[in-house]
């Protein structure tokens, strides 16, 4: 008997043009290229230009990913944007992709779970794909975040870049093992009793202003290692894996200390880890599909991989997909 599986068709990217260095950044904070390097793996991040919005950058992702696949953009049934820093409070800038791209059908939607965002939209669009509700499924994640850094507080500006990545999401039937082509399985959580941990100190509700990401470091990363961890070993373990199993990990790209203390947990090769965090700094629900498009570029992906997706944001949220390509 055959099962309705989720397969990816195409992958896309955008980064705005715009790049800030550490050294940039150091003449505006207390801070130092080394430093940076130092606590997080930063090296630069792209930042998107006064005129440049969530849903341009969304869009240029979306039309790559299409670009990239078989189908056109009136072959979608559904749009999942996963972003924390939307054009406007509404319409969702789901709305806006979906109108941009000329679609007039199916439904268009935004998913709010901060750096988590992809991988929760990933298990969103798997299940309306296995429900039978969609064919196919645009899943994008994107991010402006530099519209809710505070510049002067050097402990979190350093930390988050601009951009957006997508995939084309569709159906196809599988026969219900790990061997299948497709999404195998997904996993995701949240704690609000954590909220207060990493948060934005403003909003339409409670002060009628945008605000700035606040953030209590050194418990973000603790809480971010275990949980990831936690979510990995369950992942595998529902689909039936192994650790060893998996080829490639992709992590969210929050901080080059939280990936290496998670890969050490776990005993996953630093070879097989995608780091791109170098190049991107954090770029909340858009660094997952962003790393993806890095190693499918350059080859590293390949047919039939086993690849893990995890990450962790504000909320506390986190989640994991197993995908095997």
């Given at each position: 008997?055959?099962?309705?599986?989720?397969?990816?068709m195409?992958?896309?990217?955008?980064?705005?043009?715009?790049?800030?260095?550490?050294?940039?950044?150091?003449?505006?904070?207390?801070?130092?290229?080394?430093?940076?390097?130092?606590?997080?793996?930063?090296?630069?991040?792209?930042?998107?230009?006064?005129d440049?919005?969530?849903?341009?950058?969304?869009?240029?992702?979306?039309?790559?990913?299409?670009?990239?696949?078989?189908?056109?953009?009136?072959?979608?049934?559904?749009?999942?944007?996963?972003?924390?820093?939307?054009?406007?409070?509404?319409?969702?800038?789901?709305?806006?992709?979906?109108?941009?791209?000329?679609?007039?059908?199916?439904?268009?939607?935004?998913?709010?779970?901060?750096?988590?965002?992809?991988?929760?939209?990933?298990?969103?669009a798997?299940?309306?794909?296995?429900?039978?509700?969609?064919?196919?499924?645009?899943?994008?994640?994107?991010?402006?975040?530099?519209?809710?850094?505070?510049w002067?507080?050097?402990?979190?500006?350093?930390?988050?870049?601009?951009?957006?990545?997508?995939l084309?999401l569709?159906?196809?039937?599988?026969?219900?093992?790990?061997?299948?082509?497709?999404?195998?399985?997904?996993?995701?959580?949240?704690?609000?009793?954590?909220?207060?941990?990493?948060?934005?100190?403003?909003?339409?509700?409670?002060?009628?202003?945008?605000?700035?990401?606040?953030?209590?470091?050194?418990?973000?990363?603790?809480?971010?290692?275990?949980?990831?961890?936690?979510?990995?070993?369950?992942?595998v373990?529902a689909?039936?894996?192994?650790?060893?199993?998996?080829?490639?990990?992709?992590?969210?790209?929050?901080?080059?200390?939280?990936?290496?203390?998670?890969?050490?947990?776990?005993?996953?090769?630093?070879e097989?880890?995608i780091?791109?965090?170098?190049?991107?700094?954090?770029?909340?629900?858009?660094?997952?599909?962003?790393?993806?498009?890095?190693?499918?570029?350059?080859?590293?992906?390949?047919?039939?991989?086993?690849?893990?997706?995890?990450?962790?944001?504000?909320?506390?949220?986190?989640?994991?997909?197993?995908?095997?390509?």
């Amino acid at each position: 008997m055959s099962v309705a599986r989720t397969v990816v068709m195409g992958c896309g990217a955008y980064l705005p043009e715009q790049i800030v260095t550490n050294d940039e950044l150091a003449k505006r904070v207390d801070t130092s290229n080394e430093w940076i390097i130092e606590r997080t793996g930063i090296e630069r991040r792209h930042i998107a230009r006064d005129d440049e919005m969530t849903s341009d950058l969304a869009l240029k992702a979306a039309q790559r990913a299409l670009d990239a696949s078989p189908l056109e953009a009136n072959d979608i049934d559904l749009i999942v944007l996963a972003t924390a820093t939307p054009d406007q409070t509404f319409p969702a800038t789901a709305a806006t992709v979906q109108a941009e791209l000329g679609i007039t059908r199916g439904a268009a939607f935004d998913i709010q779970a901060v750096c988590s965002g992809f991988v929760y939209g990933m298990s969103v669009a798997d299940n309306f794909i296995r429900c039978g509700q969609a064919q196919n499924v645009l899943l994008i994640g994107a991010e402006t975040f530099s519209r809710i850094l505070d510049w002067e507080d050097r402990g979190t500006c350093v930390l988050f870049g601009d951009g957006a990545g997508a995939l084309v999401l569709s159906r196809a039937d599988g026969e219900g093992t790990s061997v299948d082509r497709g999404v195998l399985t997904t996993h995701i959580h949240s704690d609000g009793r954590k909220r207060d941990l990493l948060y934005v100190d403003g909003g339409p509700s409670s002060t009628q202003t945008t605000g700035y990401l606040r953030m209590i470091g050194k418990e973000v990363f603790r809480h971010a290692v275990v949980n990831i961890s936690s979510v990995i070993e369950e992942a595998v373990e529902a689909a039936g894996v192994t650790i060893a199993d998996i080829d490639w990990f992709v992590p969210h790209q929050a901080n080059k200390r939280i990936l290496v203390a998670t890969a050490r947990r776990l005993g996953i090769p630093e070879e097989k880890v995608i780091t791109t965090i170098q190049d991107h700094a954090n770029t909340s629900a858009a660094s997952v599909p962003l790393a993806l498009d890095r190693a499918l570029s350059d080859g590293r992906i390949q047919k039939n991989d086993l690849v893990l997706l995890e990450a962790m944001g504000g909320g506390f949220t986190w989640g994991a997909a197993l995908i095997r390509w």
